[in-house]
């Protein structure tokens, strides 16, 4: 029942504006405009495999951002309200408040001028930037106008590499659910995924490059002004998305989405697509994917009980034909971690006498997941719900090795409050990156009643993650922090 809406191919044969096979020369120089003044440079702008240059004096002077260049480093950086942009001689990579970007092209030296990747500064800054391949002319839009300052001045070294198109963009399509699918063939590396801060003038974009990919002769001739552009209504994830080929040599095809306020995503990549998904999920099956958005139920936390202890069951995730994820690296198991973790947990719980635990397993046994609804609802030889449910999991997202943290499932109203309190605890107690609360229709915490919430400890597909979910000595002490949690949520 998925419904796919194509995107808008136009097939406007008269508009070749931007073919993908090293149609810039690098000899070509262009011409630079700012809210469509002219802008004259003492150094000419320079087009680098695909990737306009522009003098670092550009930035300050005619942009009027300030600008502060440490010769030792080699490194400018350019500074906004709230964000700071650190360029280096020589190096692909920027840092946008401190988070890395891999950059099209490394900012060089050119007659003793630092030249920049002016659509990558202009972006994070939030300027508008057209590119017009007929004439040769950059255009960029101001947003508000902070006040100038002086240029630097400065020496070193830059480098270059052919172009090769390895995967070709057969189709962007967006399905009903608001998900953005990037059909592919031929051999596509990770995607490269950054996300720049809202701004005065912009949402908050996602922005997606594919290395060494091109897109099917159908898709580019489509473009207008070097990009399909699609505007939104009524979609929970975005506004509007577009696609261009960023870049020519190196070959790019990038993908923007403009984002609501606040929404999570998910970039993945199968063997035929490339998935940018907002269901805030990585391999867990969330039981209702068409529906994750929770019903607020209003039933308070936490939990009363006319009993004189609490009851907790604690289901340690997959177990026996089901290993869930997998570092085969390390050669380590899903279903290993969550065991040894609940079983350490239930010890610690333990302790308090106000606090009975009951285990969805205690062994290498796969409950199915109705099972484990089942046993939380009515507790064998107890005779009544539990009051406080808990899932526990580590997370995988294999094609970017890279992710990595914690984070914490609820899904019903009534569970936030413990969400938010479990999660606190596993933060401070390993230190991981806090990848927050979040909902999402997982089976154990939708069909549950009681308050519910499904861990995500860590990721098992990043190594340094996977070796801290491992280490004994952690995993003890989350089991005190977790369980001290619990007290305090309990008020035992
Ligand atoms: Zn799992």
């Given at each position: 029942m998925k419904k796919i809406i194509s995107s808008l191919f136009i097939v406007a044969g008269l508009f070749v504006l931007l073919g993908y096979a090293g149609v810039v020369s690098a000899s070509t120089t262009p011409k630079l405009f700012m809210d469509g003044k002219q802008l004259v440079t003492d150094v000419d702008p320079i087009i680098k495999q695909g990737t306009t240059l522009v003098p670092l004096a550009v930035i300050s002077r005619d942009l009027g951002y300030e600008v502060k260049w440490d010769n030792k480093a080699q490194q400018a950086t350019v500074l906004d309200k709230e964000t700071s942009i650190k360029l280096t001689i020589g190096q692909k990579v920027g840092y946008v408040n401190d988070k890395s970007y891999e950059l099209?092209?490394?900012?060089?030296?050119?007659?003793?001028?630092?030249?920049?990747?002016?659509?990558?500064?202009?972006?994070?800054?939030?300027?508008?930037?057209?590119?017009?391949?007929?004439?040769?002319?950059?255009?960029?839009?101001?947003?508000?106008?902070p006040t100038p300052t002086p240029t630097p001045t400065l020496p070193p070294t830059p480098t270059p590499t052919p172009a090769v198109q390895e995967a070709t963009v057969t189709g962007v399509v967006l399905s009903e659910e608001g998900n953005l699918h990037i059909g592919y063939t031929g051999t596509l590396g990770d995607p490269k995924v950054m996300l720049l801060p809202?701004?005065?003038?912009?949402?908050?974009?996602?922005?997606?490059?594919?290395?060494?990919?091109?897109?099917?002769?159908?898709?580019?001739?489509?473009?207008?002004?070097?990009?399909?552009?699609?505007?939104?209504?009524?979609?929970?994830?975005?506004?509007g998305y577009r696609f261009s080929q960023?870049?020519?040599?190196?070959?790019v095809a990038r993908i923007v989405v403009l984002l609501n306020d606040g929404v999570n995503y998910q970039v993945s990549r199968s063997s035929s697509e490339v998935l940018i998904s907002f269901n805030g999920e990585v391999h867990e099956q969330p039981s209702d994917p068409s529906g994750t958005s929770p019903t607020p139920t209003p039933t308070p936390t936490p939990p009363a009980t006319g009993d004189s202890v609490y009851h907790i069951v604690l289901d340690a995730g997959h177990g026996g034909k089901d290993p869930g994820a997998s570092n085969e690296s390390l050669g380590l198991m899903e279903k290993t971690f969550t065991l040894s973790l609940t079983l350490?947990?239930?010890?610690?719980?333990?302790?308090?006498?106000?606090?009975?635990?009951?285990?969805?397993?205690?062994?290498?046994?796969?409950?199915?997941?109705?099972?484990?609804v089942a046993f939380a609802q009515n507790i064998p030889g107890v005779g009544k719900k539990a009051d406080v449910f808990i899932s526990i999991h580590a997370n995988s997202f294999k094609t970017n090795p890279a992710v990595n943290g914690t984070e914490t499932y609820y899904y019903k109203e009534n569970s936030k409050q413990l969400a938010q309190t479990v999660h606190s605890a596993m933060i401070s107690s390993l230190g991981l990156a806090d990848r927050k609360v979040k909902t999402a229709g997982f089976k154990v915490i939708k069909e549950t009643t009681m308050p519910a919430v499904l861990l995500e400890v860590g990721f098992l597909s990043n190594t340094s993650d996977a070796k801290v979910l491992f280490d004994e000595e952690k995993q003890n002490k989350l089991a005190k922090d977790l369980a001290a949690s619990l007290f305090q949520y309990l008020n035992v």
């Open positions: 099209s092209q490394a900012p060089s030296l050119v007659k003793n001028r630092t030249m920049v990747p002016i659509r990558f500064v202009s972006e994070v800054l939030g300027l508008k930037v057209e590119w017009k391949q007929k004439t040769f002319e950059v255009l960029l839009t101001s947003p508000v106008k809202a701004d005065a003038n912009n949402p908050a974009r996602l922005v997606v490059d594919l290395n060494n990919t091109g897109y099917t002769y159908e898709l580019a001739n489509s473009f207008i002004k070097g990009q399909t552009e699609v505007t939104l209504n009524g979609y929970a994830s975005m506004t960023f870049s020519s040599n190196p070959l350490k947990l239930k010890q610690q719980l333990e302790q308090n006498s106000k606090v009975k635990v009951h285990l969805t397993r205690s062994d290498d046994t796969y409950p199915e997941l109705s099972e484990r």
